[in-house]
């Protein structure tokens, strides 16, 4: 099932802080952060683990709540490199001992001079 | 570190037509992931290799799509036949293991489906 981002769409200007978050009504194993722009493949972010251990991005922060089954992705003091579409990935069990990961449909990021 | 390679990055067919896709991942990543990327979404997997045999197919259409990862390194992906709501980035990725590790993306091919 796909997870739910919000907001769609998000323009900032340059210093400013944003917040992403994805949501997901199942249970959740790991979560996975993507930036992609436009015409290129998504780039790794970030993944947060069931238990609360965390990797990722050295200038960007994200958080996982397992009860709420609900990540949130922080980008602050934005630069115009962040610019770009954002996804969250969730990974569950897919019913057959294996790992399935979904992605949202993304949040756009646009940051302005 | 080489990253992962895909080619053709552009193919135009007419629908009913078959298409194949190639993809070499990091040297030494075990795990292997075809993905479809329809504009304006997030991608979707359609499957996963853990060395040359198949971990997920849930949301691949057998009917059409199949795939094969020989000697657990190069992949292909082929369609066939096509149908116009195939038009998408195939993008394919590779993992060191499993899904506590990072993916790396490949370019992608775009299909155009006319």
């Known amino acids: 099932q796909q997870p739910v981002q919000s907001p769609q769409a998000v323009i900032l200007r340059e210093g400013e802080d944003a917040v992403i978050n994805c949501s997901s009504s199942?249970?959740?194993?790991?979560v996975h952060w993507y930036r992609q722009k436009h015409g290129e493949a998504p780039v790794f972010l970030m993944i947060?683990?069931?238990?609360?251990e965390q990797k990722g991005h050295e200038k960007i922060s994200a958080s996982f709540n397992e009860k709420k089954q609900q990540s949130s992705l922080y980008l602050t003091a934005s630069q115009l490199s962040y610019s770009g579409t954002y996804f969250c990935?969730?990974?569950?069990?897919?019913?057959?001992?294996?790992?399935?990961?979904?992605f949202g449909k993304g949040t756009k990021l646009s940051v302005i001079p | 570190e080489a990253g992962v390679a895909q080619s053709p990055r552009y193919k135009i067919i007419e629908k009913r037509q078959s298409v194949a896709f190639w993809c070499n991942p990091i040297?030494?990543?075990?795990?292997l992931y075809w993905y479809q990327q329809i504009l304006g979404q997030g991608p979707k997997l359609l499957i996963q290799?853990?060395?040359?045999?198949?971990?997920?197919d849930s949301q691949l259409p057998k009917d059409r799509f199949s795939a094969e990862r020989l000697k657990g390194v190069d992949s292909t992906l082929k369609i066939q036949p096509a149908k116009l709501e195939d038009s998408a980035v195939y993008l394919c990725?590779?993992?060191?293991?499993?899904?506590?590790?990072?993916?790396?993306f490949g370019p992608g091919t775009r299909l155009t489906v006319l």
């Open positions: 990725a590779s993992s060191s293991s499993g899904w506590t590790d990072t993916q790396y």
């Open positions: 199942k249970a959740l194993y790991s």
């Open positions: 947060l683990l069931k238990g609360g």
């Open positions: 990935g969730t990974v569950r069990t897919s019913g057959a001992g294996s790992y399935q990961l979904t």
């Open positions: 040297s030494g990543h075990a795990t």
């Open positions: 290799f853990q060395n040359n045999g198949v971990v997920d």
